[in-house]
């Protein structure tokens, strides 16, 4: 996160990187908890085929163990790491854009704003081809692009959008789920009438020939594309980086327009009104963050699990996730705010200063650790250079893969953050921002930055 400071004796305001002291602490913590969060998750999607994602009949196993794990990842992880990384984005964006704009930097606030997206979309795209498809840095720097729009906009007025936008999403996912339903209606009923040996009515078999294929058509999983998977991601690397560069490229376009592309976009408007409003700085009362913690927090917890619930019933099917679609997306905006509102909490309470300090340092150094965690779970899961696990594991044996890469996260951010002032990655993104070499170790001055007006 980069902010404008002012250097002592010098008259005119200055353009430099936010000296750790400068940082704001909650968001911090949000941000590295969603970063460990989130790979409960992304895990899944470098273990096995995209379609095994949440279908246990594809990949990870289908007994009532590999199941629960399935259901506590989906009830606690999925959707919501996403938004409270989108949210802290926005934020980090809303607080540049602030600080160049109070000390008057002009066109050059706007210069560093740009460069900074254009350089995070270029590592996204180069992570996304060379290392793993699922890659989210090329669409947050996309949609950071578009968020230089919405920089004078009010608190009221971002959240109004994000409502908007959300609604609209929320109405196509009410659709597609009312569809489906009737589908598996009706595909029962079939079912049903058939096992008794009946015919059904003639009306119900055309709305079933008609209707209800051309519906299930549309969840129905390739056992060739599943194949081909499987085999790329376990042969050799120029294998994997064929299917890879496909799958990415397949994600980059259906990401930026419906439906994923506007929920993040949606929770970055979000996460800039938050700030501004002082929410997300930790400006409110203790009584405050505990009471939406527990409104939010219990929310979401009930609908996902109902959620979850509908969705075992159903034997997991394809189409069944559309089913639950409103009910996932509501759960994850809820749980998501009861996550924000604890983690606030627990900077302010100052009870876990160990836990929150961590937290902060994973967050602070949250590009690197992101690129770590892709590169230790292709290296696991990816054959050529690797282990080659790919769809060879059960789903509860990624949860010790997934705390042994926390614990590294946790460890080597600590360790790090004593000597260097950023991670390795955000040092070089803050040197190419600024187009000059950022000085690392955390000891030690800044260099001489160069007056607004001299840069303008």
């Known amino acids: 996160m980069d902010s404008l400071s002012r250097i002592p004796g010098l008259v005119e305001p200055v353009i430099a990187p936010a000296r750790p002291s400068e940082r704001i602490l909650s968001i911090d913590v949000i941000r590295g908890f969603a970063l460990l969060g989130i790979l409960l998750m992304n895990i899944q999607l470098f273990a096995f085929p995209h379609e095994g994602y949440a279908d246990p009949h594809v990949a990870g196993g289908n007994d009532p163990v590999n199941r629960l794990f399935l259901m506590g990842m989906f009830i ?26 109070n000390l008057g930097a002009g066109i050059r606030g706007a210069d ?4 900074r997206m254009l350089w995070l979309m270029m590592f996204g795209t180069i992570h996304a081809y060379a290392i793993w498809w699922g890659d989210i840095l090329y669409t947050f720097a996309l949609f950071g692009l578009v968020l230089f729009v919405f920089r004078c906009m009010s608190s009221r007025g971002l959240i109004l959008t994000a409502v908007i936008l959300s609604l609209i999403l929320f109405s196509g996912y009410i659709v597609r789920s009312k569809e489906a339903w009737s589908a598996i209606q009706i595909k029962t009923e079939s079912l049903i009438l058939e096992r008794n040996q009946q015919q059904p009515p003639r009306a119900l078999q055309r709305q079933e020939n008609e209707s209800t294929e051309r519906i299930y058509a549309r969840y129905q999983i390739s056992e060739e594309n599943i194949r081909r998977q499987v085999d790329s991601y376990q042969g050799s690397y120029g294998e994997n980086l064929r299917m890879r560069m496909k799958q990415a490229w397949e994600a980059q376009r259906s990401t930026l327009y419906f439906p994923q592309g506007w929920d993040m976009f949606a929770m970055m ?8 409003s002082g929410i997300l700085s930790g400006d409110r009362s203790k009584s405050f963050y505990a009471k939406h913690a527990a409104l939010w927090g219990i929310t979401g917890l009930c609908i996902n699990i109902f959620a979850m619930k509908v969705f075992y019933d159903l034997d997991f099917e394809p189409i069944a996730a559309a089913v639950i679609r409103p009910a996932v997306d509501a759960g994850r905006i809820t749980m998501m705010l009861g996550y924000a509102s604890f983690l606030i909490l627990l900077v302010k309470s100052n009870h876990a200063r160990w836990v929150t300090a961590r937290l902060a340092d994973v967050g ?29 594991l059960e789903r509860w044996q990624m949860v010790p893969i997934v705390i042994g890469i926390w614990v590294v996260n946790l460890v080597w951010s600590s360790l790090w953050l004593r000597f260097f002032q950023f991670g390795p990655l955000e040092w070089l993104l803050r040197s190419l921002t600024y187009w ?3 000085p690392m170790r955390s000891i030690g001055t800044f260099p001489e930055p160069e007056p607004i007006a001299k840069l303008q």
Request: charged share 15%.
């Open 436 to 438: 000059r070499k950022q």
């Open 364 to 392: 602070r150094m949250a590009f690197s650790n992101y690129i770590v965690q892709s590169l230790v779970c292709s290296v696991i899961f990816y054959g050529g250079y690797g282990l080659g696990q790919f769809n060879k």
């Open 112 to 115: 560093l704003y740009f460069r």
């Open 76 to 101: 606690f992880g999925e959707g919501k790491m996403r938004a409270l990384f989108s949210m802290v984005f926005g934020a980090s964006a809303m607080i540049f854009l602030e600080r160049t704009q």
């Open 269 to 276: 408007l979000v996460g800039m009104a938050l700030y501004r």
